[in-house]
């Protein structure tokens, strides 16, 4: 029986849950692509992310790093500090040398990123409302069909969907794992400048973790965490009992601190539960099979704790980028194209998979050990995680961001 006809893909597809900058660089790279983005609009929840040296390097190879460094301060450094006490536990300076370079930190709103992103995108490149609903095999390609009806018929197939992946399930990731612990984020916003020096702080203590960083000269990030009891379970549903939690966790913390989260919107008071990927699944799984892989949340989820989520994913980009646009330039001959070029992605995507595993595997290792540290409450632990462990843990972000992606040349 044969196939009804569906518009044909000669180019990449990407389902997505956020709009990626796969389009873009491969684009850079003469290859044309389309995002099947399940929202209805440009989604821009998550207020800001902290961008490290190793997202910049990427954003770099985008081509729009300088726009978004004119939008956003430098941070100087990372300051710690115990809720218990309120006594400065490190200082860490961001003003140091990696093998990559000088070190560059930034929080970064989430909307200016993802604009940023979006304008360098022919028109039609992103598809919005495209839930995909189920993959099917036609040959060299792959069948994707949405929930409008909708099915497309591609090349290749690039998951970009994020913590639910459908595409993760399809390869045959398992669902990802709970810490038993939530995050509430958010933001305020000063009419006069808020005064704050251009440094990340983070306070611990009592089962909780606090973050401050400034975005620029009037508006200030927060996140908080916690591992949620029964009680404070039945809170979750209440935006103003969820804030009036937060504010009594706060303890010894200046006043300056506290008066951002009581400037904070009520509404912003929604808990979300952290999920990772176990980093043992990413030795076995198939993270691309054939013409198809993930990237993102999608492959290596992690705790949030050294904030390399967002700087990952940008670092998939590039690499996930190189890798097609060398498996779709090569020439070959009329009589096997189809055939040719299928096995020359399922190599390339093989070879991103490579690339990118033991990265993924050392970042969700790392976030998930330095976030159990930050957030126990036993008195040995505390005692520890403040006189000994607490400037080493802080100079791991440094660490984990001293990676350059490379470029997009091919050759």
Not at 79 to 95: P, Q
Not at 219 to 243: G, I
Not at 265 to 290: C, H, M
């Amino acid at each position: 029986m044969p196939l009804p006809s569906h518009p044909t893909l000669t180019y990449p597809a990407l389902t997505s849950h956020r709009t990626s900058q796969v389009p873009i660089l491969s684009l850079r790279l003469g290859i044309r692509s389309l995002v099947l983005e399940s929202s209805d609009d440009l989604r821009t929840t998550g207020y800001a992310l902290t961008l490290w040296t190793n997202a910049w390097k990427a954003l770099d190879a985008v081509g729009i790093g300088d726009s978004l460094r004119h939008q956003h301060e430098r941070l100087d450094g990372n300051v710690t500090a115990s809720t218990l006490s309120g006594l400065k536990t490190s200082d860490t300076t961001f003003k140091v040398k990696g093998n990559h370079g000088d070190h560059e930190v930034r929080r970064v709103r989430r909307n200016m990123l993802l604009e940023a992103l979006a304008k360098e995108l022919p028109s039609a490149t992103v598809r919005y409302s495209s839930k995909v609903v189920s993959i099917e095999e036609s040959s060299f390609y792959k069948l994707v069909h949405l929930a409008d009806g909708t099915t497309y018929k591609t090349k290749v197939l690039i998951g970009c969907d994020g913590v639910n992946s459908g595409v993760a399930r399809w390869l045959g990731f398992k669902k990802l794992a709970s810490t038993g612990r939530f995050s509430i984020r958010g933001f305020a916003d000063f009419k006069d400048s808020h005064g704050f020096e251009p440094k990340s702080m983070q306070f611990f203590g009592n089962g909780v973790r606090f973050g401050f960083v400034p975005c620029d000269d009037n508006t200030v990030y927060w996140f908080f965490t916690s591992t949620p009891s029964n009680q404070e379970k039945e809170r979750e549903h209440s935006p103003a009992k969820m804030k009036h939690f937060v504010l009594s966790k706060l303890g010894k913390v200046p006043d300056q601190i506290r008066a951002v989260i009581e400037k904070t919107e009520q509404d912003s008071f929604i808990p979300y539960p952290i999920r990772y990927r176990y980093p043992w699944e990413l030795l076995w799984a198939n993270k691309s099979k054939g013409n198809v892989c993930v990237a993102g949340d999608a492959l290596h989820a992690m705790t949030p704790e050294i904030g390399q989520g967002g700087c990952a994913s940008l670092e998939d980009g590039v690499v996930l980028a190189r890798c097609i646009a060398k498996a779709l330039s090569e020439k070959t001959s009329k009589e096997s194209k189809e055939k040719d070029e299928y096995k020359r992605i399922e190599m390339g995507l093989k070879k991103y998979a490579k690339e990118r595993k033991w990265r993924s595997i050392k970042l969700i290792c790392t976030a998930y050990i330095v976030g159990f540290i930050q957030q126990s409450d036993g008195k040995i632990m505390t005692f520890f995680r403040d006189k000994v462990l607490s400037a080493f843990l802080a100079g791991l972000q440094l660490k984990m961001a001293d990676f350059d992606c490379g470029k997009l040349s091919i050759s």
